[in-house]
């Protein structure tokens, strides 16, 4: 069981959730997969799909039309997962924090589902790709 | 127990396993290179397997539950028993049966099968156009590599493996005539396209299906298709080289790298294709080009 475990750490297959993001942070996503960063060393890569993830990379102040949706994506991936809360927005609803349609970050929509949800917070508008690849890192360590 | 040996152990699934996860490494890591990349550490396609059987399956609520379970097993089976019929000829440990190709080359279509059936009994609406696409393509690409192995098989005068490889041992090896490049490069293709690999992904398509036919496969029965996936990416070169070559171990491995190196090329520079397109290129070119090769191995040039 261990050695499984260890194993969970060496790939981490991503699923990309854009929840009302500006798609600044997603156009900084894409950077990590350049070979300039390359995290495919790390066997990191992006997946099609909610059901093959390990870590939900979640961009954007979550709206009330998003809410919904992130919930949705969140049970359907397979547990033990991560999620990480990117960017500004992700991590505290940014600038868009008072506005009339947002329903909070996305650890708060998140806690409601599931109380034991692991969170990582990635916080920058947006981040650096370095401090993407550090972030993930730490959120493996804990778990 | 000796059967038990040759199935399980080598040359059946664990050799073929840790040959084909190293193989899934050595194409992961040549396509990092080719687009500037590091890729991969050598351990990466047993940290994917090993991290799959250690989380959670998800079975959907509509799909029926045990068939979606065990049809990934299924397709492991019967790719591992294939491997090890050809294996066991190849490395001269029996003497196969009249036949054998055949069988092989069948039970190597059984995982596309079987990935028909999860695709089609797990509900999704993705998935269903992804099960289309995979019978159109396991269509598409059984005619021209039918007629090649036909060829081959009554140049040599048996559909048995040993009489094949031994035919190849005194009138030297296909590869070295004009048919044999012609079927060399129809094969590969077909190969190619039951991998399931680009130019041939649609039914997987990951950008515009969202994984397709998998998407939802999660843990162990994802993991039990990688390995399928895996095992067929070692056991399909070693096919190509028992059609094509024939001769010797040392000979076989450097085929084998060969033809590993010739598949990720065209991965790496070939955009995805139309499933009308694939159907047009097997059908029309591909079976055209076999039919060609049939003809001059008729001829004997």
């Known amino acids: 069981m261990d050695i499984l475990k260890k194993s969970f750490k060496k790939s981490i297959w991503v699923f990309h959730l854009s929840t009302a993001a500006c798609n600044n942070c997603d156009i900084e996503v894409l950077e990590l997969l350049t070979p300039r960063y390359d995290v495919e060393r790390f066997g990191i890569k992006l997946v099609g799909s909610p059901r093959h993830a390990d870590a939900l990379l979640v961009c954007g102040s979550v709206n009330a039309h998003a809410k919904p949706r992130l919930l949705e994506v969140y049970r359907q991936t397979p547990k033990p997962c991560l999620v990480v809360a990117f960017g500004s927005c992700g991590c505290s609803s940014g600038i868009f924090r008072d506005s009339y349609s947002i329903v909070g970050p996305v650890d708060k929509v998140l806690k409601e589902e599931d109380p034991d949800a692991k969170i990582v917070y990635i916080p920058g508008c947006p981040p650096k790709p370095e401090a993407m690849i550090e972030g993930i890192i730490k959120g493996l360590e804990a778990i | 127990m000796r059967l038990f040996i040759y199935y399980f152990v080598f040359p059946g699934f664990i050799f073929a396993s840790v040959v084909g996860l190293l193989t899934v490494w050595l194409d992961r890591k040549v396509s990092a290179r080719i687009q500037w990349r590091y890729g991969p550490p050598w351990y990466q396609g047993f940290a994917d397997i090993g991290k799959l059987l250690y989380k959670e399956v998800i079975i959907p609520e509509e799909a029926f539950g045990s068939g979606f379970m065990a049809a990934p097993l299924f397709g492991l089976a019967s790719v591992t028993l294939a491997v090890t019929i050809l294996c066991v000829s190849f490395f001269g440990m029996s003497e196969g049966f009249i036949g054998d190709i055949i069988v092989v080359w069948y039970l190597f279509a059984i995982p596309a099968i079987a990935l028909i059936y999860i695709g089609s009994t797990s509900g999704n609406p993705l998935s269903s156009v992804g099960v289309s696409r995979e019978i159109k393509l396991l269509l598409s690409y059984d005619l021209p590599m039918i007629i090649v ?17 031994e035919w190849q041992r005194i009138n030297g090896s296909n590869i070295s ?19 399931g690999r680009v130019p041939f992904d649609l039914p997987e398509a990951e950008t515009e299906l969202g994984s397709g036919i998998l998407m939802e496969l999660s843990g162990g029965v994802l ?47 070939n955009p995805r294709v139309r499933i009308d397109h694939a159907m047009k290129y097997f059908w029309g070119w591909m079976s055209g080009a076999a039919i060609l090769a049939g003809i001059l191995a008729y001829f004997g040039v």
């Open chain 2, 149 to 165: 192995i036909v060829m081959i098989a009554s140049k040599a005068g048996s559909f048995s493996i040993r009489a094949v490889m």
């Open chain 2, 177 to 195: 005539s004009w048919y044999g490049i012609i079927a060399f490069a129809v094969a590969i293709f077909c190969i190619q396209a039951k991998l």
């Open chain 2, 223 to 269: 993991a039990a298709y990688e390995l399928s996936k895996a095992i067929m990416l070692f056991g399909l070169p070693i096919f190509l080289i028992i059609l094509f070559w024939g001769k010797g171990i040392i000979g076989g491995v450097l085929m084998y790298l060969l033809i590993v190196v010739l598949l990720i090329l065209i991965k790496n520079t």
